[in-house]
């Protein structure tokens, strides 16, 4: 296999409390790579730790009040990033990795034109004449598929709708042709029709431009539309990793097994439904305090009471290569209860 | 756009006519007369009742309104009973030192203010931060004439190293034409500005202060770091062109601070300008110059107003898209 892109180890981010009276460990002890051009899908519900994990690639988390723990290693293109000097670290930001958020509506800077904003990453990191700039973010903005660029580069952001302003962002962070775009929630905070034209537009680009994409999301259909392997997080942890066929013919985690059940399906049929939708009994534990053991015990119907006591290691299910499908879950060696329970 | 503008002289036509309103009847409220206070008569009642009729003072306070109502819309601001010419040419003379002294102190203000808001927002609740805002709070929590008196006396009194009072020196500079004459002018300024100013400024910083906290915060300021940005780009290009926006409000609002604290400022560091005319007028009893400077005054403020909200729609695209 080749060599991966971003190598991420044993990452752990805490944040310290208000009161101070605790430590939230977001993300605490996550490991995965990416490789260069594929899609990795990061999925898990809100509060789970991935929006923070991948904050913490580009050294995002406001410090205070959080902070990426000594011993964590991301490692990209050959260098560690959390030990780059600022300066270093900026000539990555925006330039190798970029980075497209959430809510395109508060992304954007409200007082500067489209144009200007997506210029100034080709200003600060190539070098570009203001003119030739703008001439570039002309060119992102039809690449991104908006109509009249010549006009729109001269827009703000409030005069566009949600999904031109997400496709403002995508132009804003291809502009320097990154060989890592992190896209968190790209989708969530726009109308289902949008949401499958702005994932058809990054994955045309990802084609075009060649660069491996992060995409992170709590939609497991996104994922199985987009991504080449997958990797579940659930309370700080990844708990699955796998190719995305793999993953969605063989779930082994309980909480990957939940989440698939409670997705509705275009072809279940009316009568394998039973009534209603699955949904996972109990609630994310908060961070502040992770439940001993494993830590999606109490909400999960196979425990038992070593997974009250012993925190299950990501164990290798033996999907072709050594790695290549990893479970959190002591399931994976005493297989039986499984088929008990079932 | 034109309707707006058109709102707002309205509104400010209003304002200035309710000041003039208020004070006048105030003034004729207080008690006393332009001959004296009510159990000092230092002029005799015969004369006092003359100079009454001869100024219209003995008419019905309603018709007195009137009057001076008619004769401020033809441009007639009355004659000062105390300094005995036209109000317009004793106004003539305190307005430029007003506004050389409110303009300097503006200046401080703002500059200082935002200067010190945006640093402590960018070294929020460490040390820098909390040592400037307490010492804001600390000089914002004093009054202005107090402040004045104590800088005066260390400065002016003890040290020797600004002048105690005037703005010039009436014997080498009584006018301004030469080099020497125009530092002498700034001598006198230094202090009356910079109580004025620091207060002003105080006050400022806090608001910056808390405004780029709140702009810091914001999804687009991670969105300016993501792409590689300086911090020093992200906080004084993306953050503080956002967090300028309440500042400009606050503009407008520094207004009536300067007029009035320029009143208390002006008397001690003895500025002739239009609070110390209001301050001498009011014990004078010199009703013309009072209303005139109160209608100044209102005119300050509501012209400030207004500029902010023009500076603010240019300033803010949302709101220059939605008036054109």
């Known amino acids: 296999m080749t060599e991966p892109l971003l190598r991420v180890r044993d990452l752990k981010t805490y944040f310290v409390t208000e009161h101070g009276s605790g430590t939230a460990r977001a993300v605490d002890g996550v490991s995965f790579e990416v490789y260069p051009g594929e899609t990795l899908g990061l999925v898990g519900e809100s509060g789970c730790g991935k929006t923070v994990t991948s904050l913490s690639i580009l050294r995002l988390i406001p410090e205070p009040p959080g902070h990426i723990r000594p011993g964590s290693f991301i490692e990209f293109e050959g260098r560690n990033l959390l030990t780059l000097a600022p300066r270093e670290l900026r000539a990555i930001r925006g330039n190798r990795i970029a980075m497209i958020f959430q809510e395109p509506m508060t992304s954007l800077n409200p007082v500067f034109t489209v144009g200007d904003q997506i210029a100034e990453a080709a200003i600060v990191h190539q070098g570009l004449s203001r003119r030739r700039a703008r001439a570039r973010a002309v060119e992102m903005l039809k690449l991104v598929g908006i109509p009249d660029p010549a006009e729109r580069v001269d827009h703000y952001p409030h005069q566009m709708s949600g999904g031109m302003r997400q496709r403002v962002m995508i132009a804003m962070a291809l502009v320097c042709h990154p060989k890592l775009l992190i896209a968190d929630e790209p989708t969530t905070a726009l109308d289902v029709t949008i949401q499958a034209q702005i994932l058809e537009l990054l994955d045309r680009l990802q084609r075009d431009l060649g660069m491996a994409v992060m995409l992170i999301t709590h939609d497991l259909g996104v994922v199985a539309g987009t991504a080449d392997r997958v990797v579940v997080m659930y309370a700080g942890e990844v708990v699955e990793q796998a190719a995305t066929g793999e993953l969605f013919a063989r779930p082994l985690h309980p909480y990957t097994e939940g989440l698939m059940a409670s997705v509705p399906r275009i072809d279940t049929r009316v009568s394998q439904v039973r009534g209603r939708l699955h949904s996972i009994p109990g609630q994310v534990p908060a961070a502040t305090a992770w439940p001993a053991g494993c830590r999606f015990h109490p909400r999960c119907p196979y425990a038992w009471d070593r997974c009250r006591q012993e925190a299950p290691p990501p164990l290798d299910a033996g999907a072709g290569e050594p790695g290549a499908h990893t479970v959190r879950c002591w399931l994976l060696t005493e297989p039986q209860r499984r088929s008990a329970r079932a | 756009m034109s ?110 203010g935002l200067a010190l808001g945006v640093y402590q927002a960018a070294r929020a609740r460490r040390f820098g931060d909390i040592a400037l805002g307490n010492a804001a709070l600390f000089v914002n929590s004093m009054p202005t004439f107090w402040l004045g008196l104590v800088l005066l006396l260390v400065f002016g009194q003890w040290l020797h190293l600004v002048p105690v009072g005037g703005t010039h020196d009436p014997v080498l500079c009584a006018r301004l034409d030469s080099l020497h004459c125009v530092g002498d002018r700034l001598w006198h300024l230094a202090l009356p500005a910079l109580t004025l100013g620091l207060v002003g400024a105080a006050a400022t910083a806090r608001y910056q202060r808390a405004a780029m906290l709140e702009v810091i915060a914001q999804d687009f300021v991670r969105t300016a770091r993501a792409k590689g940005l300086r911090e020093r780009r992200v906080l004084l290009v993306h953050a503080l062109r ?83």
């Open chain 2, 3 to 112: 309707a707006w503008i058109v709102r707002r002289l309205a509104a400010a036509i209003a304002i200035v006519l309710a000041a003039v309103t208020l004070t006048f009847f105030l003034l004729h409220l207080a008690g006393g007369s332009p001959c004296g206070q009510r159990d000092v008569q230092s002029v005799a009642p015969e004369v006092c009742a003359r100079l009454r009729a001869q100024f219209g003072l003995d008419r019905p306070i309603w018709e007195q309104y009137g009057k001076y109502l008619w004769a401020v819309l033809h441009g007639d601001l009355g004659q000062s009973f105390w300094q005995r010419r036209p109000v317009i040419a004793a106004l003539g003379d305190a307005m430029p030192n007003t506004l050389v002294l409110a303009g300097t102190a503006l200046l401080i203000d703002f500059t200082l």
């Open chain 2, 242 to 324: 956002n967090a300028l926006l309440p500042s400009i409000t606050l503009f407008g609002l520094a207004f009536p601070f300067l007029v009035t604290g320029a009143v208390l400022v002006e008397w001690v560091f003895a500025w002739p300008g239009m609070g110390w005319l209001a301050v001498m007028a009011i014990g004078q009893r010199d009703y013309p110059v009072v209303t005139a400077t109160a209608l100044v005054a209102s005119g300050m403020v509501t012209v400030g107003n207004l500029l902010a909200d023009v500076v603010y729609a240019a300033a803010d695209p949302r709101i220059r898209v939605r008036g054109a």
